[in-house]
């Protein structure tokens, strides 16, 4: 089991920034990719992001230009880096792993909340 702690949500304007991170714990090496959900209010929970353990990245069509995915090996961290963001980036965003053996392990979200 992979265990993650996210960190770095927080409350922003329109245009401003915000840098989530995400550590994972545990089985490390069975991580085959990690990334960031998110989840508005009374709307399914949609893909955000991800990286591959070969450093493959992938991004919504709604974020793409605004937002990149990185990871940290050493420190076994992914982060987020959220750009010109837009009150419809309002949402609680998760962390997952997904690991080798098809399983996927969420972290506990972080709210991230852009007014306009």
């Known amino acids: 089991q992979v265990q993650l702690v996210e960190s770095g949500g927080g409350s922003v304007q329109a245009g401003g920034s915000l840098k989530l991170s995400c550590a994972a714990s545990?089985?490390?090496?069975?991580?085959?990719?990690m990334g960031w959900y998110r989840q508005a209010p009374g709307k399914q929970r949609e893909l955000v992001a991800v990286?591959?353990?070969?450093?493959?990245?992938n991004f919504a069509d709604s974020v793409k230009g605004r937002v990149t995915i990185s990871r940290d090996s050493a420190k076994n961290t992914v982060y987020l880096q959220m750009n010109s963001l837009k009150p419809e980036d309002t949402a609680v965003y998760y962390c997952?792993?997904?690991?080798?053996?098809?399983?996927?392990?969420w972290g506990q979200g972080t709210q991230v909340t852009v007014s306009s």
């Open positions: 997952y792993a997904h690991r080798s053996s098809g399983s996927i392990d």
């Open positions: 545990g089985s490390i090496s069975s991580i085959k990719s």
């Open positions: 990286v591959t353990s070969g450093g493959v990245t």
